[in-house]
């Protein structure tokens, strides 16, 4: 079992940067691979970044590749988003998921323990 905490959400204009955490606890969070996802009104929930348990492989998807940047933290159990020169259709509720596999998928359904989320809203 984990608990995931996201923040570092707000409001900012585009071209701004924002930094998410999420804080995890439970004995087996350095095991388990973390994946960014975000979901914007009337939209379904969509990949955003991943990083594998031991932090060597990361992926982004294509919307976000060169502006994003994921990270981890062994030490603090805390998973890091780093967005850059941010868009309004950066615009979602941002979560932050825990996949036991270690692996790092791109689909929702391969995460098993899940945040909050935390609202990133970017104006033009």
């Known amino acids: 079992q984990v608990q995931l905490v996201e923040s570092g959400g707000g409001l900012v204009q585009a071209g701004d940067s924002l930094r998410l955490s999420c804080a995890g606890s439970?004995?087996?969070?350095?095991?388990?691979?973390i994946g960014w996802f975000r979901q914007a009104p009337g939209k379904e929930r969509e990949f955003v970044a991943g990083i594998s348990w031991h932090g060597h492989t990361k992926d982004y998807a294509d919307s976000v590749k060169g502006r994003f940047t994921i990270s981890r933290d062994s030490a603090t159990t805390t998973a890091y988003l780093q967005m850059d020169s941010l868009k309004p259709e950066d615009t979602a509720v941002y979560y932050c998921?825990?996949?036991?596999?270690?692996?790092?998928?791109?689909?929702?359904?391969?995460?098993?323990?899940w945040g909050q989320g935390t609202q990133v809203t970017v104006s033009s």
């Open positions: 439970g004995p087996k969070f350095n095991n388990y691979a």
């Open positions: 998921a825990a996949e036991v596999l270690g692996v790092a998928g791109s689909r929702d359904y391969e995460y098993d323990y």
